[in-house]
């Protein structure tokens, strides 16, 4: 298992307590989430049918205004995994630092991987992979540059895990386009990691090629009803996306207060500046708070988003000693 946020059965063992009692902020994960709606009994006995998983790329369609093909998987992991198989192997490029389970995708699929810091060095690969907005660090990409981007390159892959509290920086609308595909999470924004639901959009020949790869049943019943549901509620959508806005500056002054400096994120997460990142996370970890800190950083420490009034009290407090 590479180097992730949401170890919190790690931080159980080398810090004590119980999973139920610690606050986990080492994702981007919306401790807010969705509230579940009522599901059918087919959805728990029967498999799912391909009129359910239709209705279910219709609805994420129109979510994401987009009218592109589309094909839903068990998150954006999954799409992952499948894309380096989509043509031989050759030379991928990943725009970093970022979320580092492209690279190690591509990498165990026989792919030439490297690591570039700029648009510029992506020209050219066979694959580029650009993650908008990027995690950690929160920089975004203007969809002008990236459609650009993706003329210079065989296929742009564009993971857009964290863009749904701004989606006017999607390029979902234009997936169709040749070169490209767009990923799309669920589970972030709408608080609901567990189900296992994302989304790629792209043009027919690559959907239908990553449809086989993905064999029957891709995703689950539950994952279709709950997504259906979620994603025609425009109104919590909008809702939340204002409250993260609120929320994400409530942590900073919180992070300021304690001496931090703010260094990127969005409004699902924030990237902090530290004197000692570890030992930030240490102190975190003795109240129960679990963070995020990053091997190549001794000073970047990540924050998920406290989800009611107890975790902000006791954030607070953690942040005072």
Not at 103 to 129: P, S
Not at 205 to 227: D, F, K, M, N, Q
């Amino acid at each position: 298992m590479r180097d992730h946020g949401g170890n919190l059965d790690w931080a159980v063992g080398q810090y004590g307590g119980q999973a139920e009692n610690w606050i986990d902020l080492s994702t981007g994960i919306n401790r807010s989430p969705y509230p579940l709606p009522q599901l059918s009994r087919s959805a728990w006995l029967q498999l799912p049918t391909a009129g359910s998983l239709n209705a279910l790329h219709d609805t994420a369609r129109i979510a994401f205004k987009s009218s592109s093909p589309i094909l839903a998987l068990a998150g954006a992991q999954a799409a992952i995994q499948l894309l380096p198989r989509i043509v031989p192997p050759g030379q991928v490029r990943v725009l970093g630092p970022t979320y580092n389970e492209h690279a190690a995708a591509f990498r165990a699929a026989g792919w030439n991987v490297e690591e570039a810091t700029t648009f510029e060095a992506l020209v050219g690969a066979d694959i580029a992979v650009v993650v908008n907005p990027n995690n950690p660090d929160g920089r975004v990409h203007v969809r002008d540059s990236l459609l650009e981007l993706s003329t210079t390159v065989g296929r742009l892959v564009v993971d857009e895990s964290f863009i749904d509290p701004t989606p006017g920086l999607s390029l979902a609308p234009e997936a169709q386009a040749a070169g490209l595909l767009v990923l799309r999470s669920f589970g972030k924004f709408y608080g609901l990691a567990g189900l296992r639901l994302g989304f790629v959009l792209g043009p027919q020949e690559v959907i239908s090629l990553l449809t086989e790869l993905a064999g029957p049943w891709p995703i689950s019943g539950a994952a279709i009803e709950i997504g259906c549901a979620a994603l025609r509620d425009g109104d919590w959508a909008m809702e939340t996306a204002a409250r993260l806005v609120v929320d994400s500056q409530r942590l900073d002054a919180l992070a300021q207060q304690a001496g931090w400096s703010q260094a990127g994120g969005t409004t699902l997460f924030r990237l902090y500046e530290t004197s000692d990142a570890l030992q930030a996370q240490t102190m975190l970890a003795r109240h129960h708070i679990w963070s995020r800190a990053f091997p190549w950083s001794k000073h970047l420490l990540r924050l998920g988003l406290p989800g009611n009034e107890r975790e902000w009290n006791r954030l607070g407090t953690a942040l005072e000693s």
